[in-house]
């Protein structure tokens, strides 16, 4: 819970980031919320696709920290921060050029495409920064350290909402005020990690520089971890463009739900989080009992916080979508997807406290080859979504229970099957 607990704060900042702007876009219209929620989806998925920065470095820090190699660990995690860097230069100038022709994918009318152009086209300036927070977090993570990330993503997430109330209504920006807030807010979070992680340098003796083997490693170790990140964006994708599809009310409906979900998704990773820490140190010093143990505990913790979590969320339900969009009509519209929501909320808690474990263990390659089985039985599921489950507040409801409770279904039970083995259980400093 030491671990656990600061990790909570520092994991919902991203959707929080999100959420900010989506609150505040909202009151300007569904077309700008609709336009966000492409934008959203494909920033999130290009970030999501590069979290094994911090996925593949947490685990290998701890391990050596575990082994009583923190100068090595320190290493490690730095030459991650220079890798982000690099991919993080290239994925934006990529992004910039590309951009109109990743929103016109969606088939979206006309006003929602100018306005997800503006939005993503700014936001990809902020890439950059966004993975190496990835990667410091991770170094933090490995050194059993949640807190200060704690206290760089409060620090964060109060400029980005400062500064985007001020540019979209105070500036009159729109929503390009919530993307620079959102920009600047990222850069300022990564001046922050990199004297942090500079003082950890220093103190151990770990050198800053970019080591050719530690980046080689660090990309490698991430290559199984990326498929693996891969095919829960495009479980994501898909979805978005089964809503797109069904209308732009359905579309800005579900793109409320995905936030929620994502904030939901991030409160029950924190586990996630101090499971991947604790794992790897347990298998860094060969404490196998320690990491049984730490499985049980927080697979308690991870299905009784998604029970306490969608509780509550059933309750806010009816009035959940005033807070986005203003709108009574768009929140009747959204209100039974969040009870469908609610209903798969302990599922994923269980998902992701198994997923945590693993992770932490390196058993990344299953982690990707199930990957795409779990794809594999969404599919059906979403193309029978819209093919028969129509409009409005039904249709977006069954998209809603094809991923939160058909696709969970399908990860839970190929992470349990692993968990309940040994296979994963590899010992030592690597």
């Known amino acids: 819970m030491r671990l656990a607990v600061p990790a909570l704060g520092a994991l919902i900042a991203e959707p929080l980031f999100l959420l900010t702007d989506s609150a505040l876009v909202g009151h300007l219209g569904l077309a700008p919320l609709a336009g966000l929620g492409i934008a959203s989806v494909v920033l999130q998925t290009i970030i999501g696709l590069m979290v094994f920065l911090a996925y593949a470095t947490t685990p290998a820090v701890a391990r050596r920290l575990g082994a009583g190699d923190e100068r090595g660990g320190v290493s490690v995690g730095i030459d991650g921060m220079w890798l982000a860097l690099g991919l993080g230069v290239v994925l934006a100038a990529a992004g910039a050029v590309l951009t109109p022709a990743l929103v016109s994918l969606f088939g979206a009318e006309p006003a929602v495409v100018e306005q997800a152009t503006t939005y993503l086209s700014i ?9 190496i927070v990835f990667a410091a977090t991770g170094v933090l993570r490995g050194l059993q350290d949640t807190r200060t990330p704690l206290v760089v993503a409060v620090g964060g997430f109060g400029a980005n909402a400062a500064l985007n109330a001020v540019l979209i209504y105070g500036a009159g920006w729109g929503i390009a005020g919530a993307a620079w807030g959102t920009v600047i807010a990222q850069w300022g979070m990564v001046a922050a990690y990199v004297a942090v992680v500079l003082h950890h340098a220093r103190r151990t003796g770990a050198t800053i ?57 991030f409160a029950l990773d924190a586990l996630a989080i101090a499971a991947q820490a604790l794992v790897g140190k347990g298998l860094g010093a060969a404490d196998v ?21 969608g509780a509550l969320l059933a309750a ?11 709108s009574p009509d768009a929140a009747a519209l959204i209100a039974p997807s969040l009870v469908v929501l609610a209903v798969g909320t302990p599922l994923a808690g269980y998902v992701f406290v198994l997923d945590g474990v693993l992770i932490g263990a390196g058993d990344a390659r299953y982690l ?26 039904a249709g977006l409801a069954w998209l809603t229970a094809a991923f939160a409770i058909g696709y969970m279904a399908a990860r839970a039970t190929t992470l349990g099957l692993r968990a309940r083995g040994s296979a994963w259980q590899r010992t030592g400093a690597a």
């Open 123 to 131: 936001s990809m300036l902020g890439l950059p920064a966004m993975l």
């Open 289 to 309: 009992d320690f990491v049984r143990a730490v499985l049980r505990r927080c697979l308690v913790w991870g299905v009784g916080g998604g029970v306490a979590l």
């Open 209 to 265: 520089r970019p080591q050719r083997d530690g980046i080689r490693g660090s990309a490698l170790s991430g290559g199984w971890l990326l498929l693996r990140t891969a095919s829960l964006r495009a479980a994501l994708l898909i979805a978005t463009v089964v809503a797109t599809g069904i209308g732009t009310a359905e579309l800005a409906g579900f793109h409320v739900v995905l936030t929620i979900f994502s904030t939901l998704a």
């Open 316 to 326: 806010a339900s009816p009035v959940a979508g005033l807070v986005f969009t203003g």
């Open 368 to 393: 990707a080859l199930t990957g795409l089985v779990n794809l594999a039985v969404f599919v059906p599921l979403a193309l029978a979504t819209a093919t028969w489950a129509g409009g409005g507040v």
